[in-house]
């Protein structure tokens, strides 16, 4: 390979590192904006018993936040590597609807009510579990005049447990303080073929739409769980 010939196509490889790295984290964004339709809840579903508190990282007015958060390239004579990863951060607001209505659902089912013996209880969500980490793991040999090379895409999620406090209100004038926590059940997703960023974007986070109902669940468990270590 002539010094000429390599110092374009190491300019070429450059380029086209850097141009993906900084494109990626707004194709992105888009394509959560354009699945939750540029719209964010006014109002969170409470019950007579059940209320919920939303808190937010981000502007009550922002959907979502994607940066990229690594760039690490690993460049030898031949063979290079590198991976890109863009963590997005989605309001809180976004997913709550189908979290209240499984909780309350599964709270009702289970006699949560009677279990309070009169009391209320407010859950204070600080997390997302859809929050997302979008990977990109890239390789590339260079050959004599030419260069071949792949990339392998993912998104993550980016907590493994999803966790809210919760405080009970009992007539008597007690409270009662706690945690509840279970396991962040979204899973790393790849691609289908010739699938775009924002089509697979939306795609992973209508599947966090469906698993957060389970959670809901879940914590219901956790809930009944410790209301019943204090009768």
């Known amino acids: 390979m002539t010094r000429n010939c390599f110092i374009a196509l190491f300019a070429a490889a450059v380029f086209s590192f850097t141009f993906t790295s900084c494109s990626t984290s707004k194709r992105v964004d888009k394509g959560i904006k354009k699945y939750y339709a540029n719209t964010i ?17 981000l ?7 994607t940066r990229k958060t690594k760039n690490k390239l690993i460049p030898a004579i031949f063979y290079w590597k590198w991976r890109t990863e863009n ?6 607001m976004m997913p709550i609807q189908y979290f209240t209505s499984s909780f309350i659902t599964a709270a009702n089912s289970r006699k949560l009510k009677e279990k309070l013996n009169g009391g209320t209880v407010n859950l204070t969500i600080k997390e997302n579990p859809a929050n997302f980490v979008y990977v990109i793991d890239g390789w590339m040999v260079f050959l004599l005049l030419a260069y071949v090379g792949g990339e392998k895409v993912a998104i ?6 999803f966790s809210v406090n919760y405080t009970i209100s009992y007539p008597s004038g007690q409270t009662k303080q706690g ?7 979204n899973r790393e997703k790849a691609p289908r073929y010739f699938q775009n960023v924002k089509g697979f974007t939306r795609e992973y986070l209508a599947s966090c739409d469906n698993n957060i109902k389970a959670m809901a669940k879940d914590l219901v468990t956790d809930l009944l769980a410790q209301v019943s270590e204090t009768e």
């Open 41 to 57: 809840p006014e109002k969170v579903k409470n019950n007579d018993y059940i209320s919920f508190t939303v808190e937010n990282t």
């Open 59 to 65: 502007p009550a007015n922002e959907i979502s936040q």
């Open 87 to 92: 963590t997005s951060v989605i309001n809180n």
């Open 156 to 161: 993550e999620p980016s907590g493994n447990n």
């Open 179 to 185: 945690t509840l926590t279970t396991a962040n059940i």
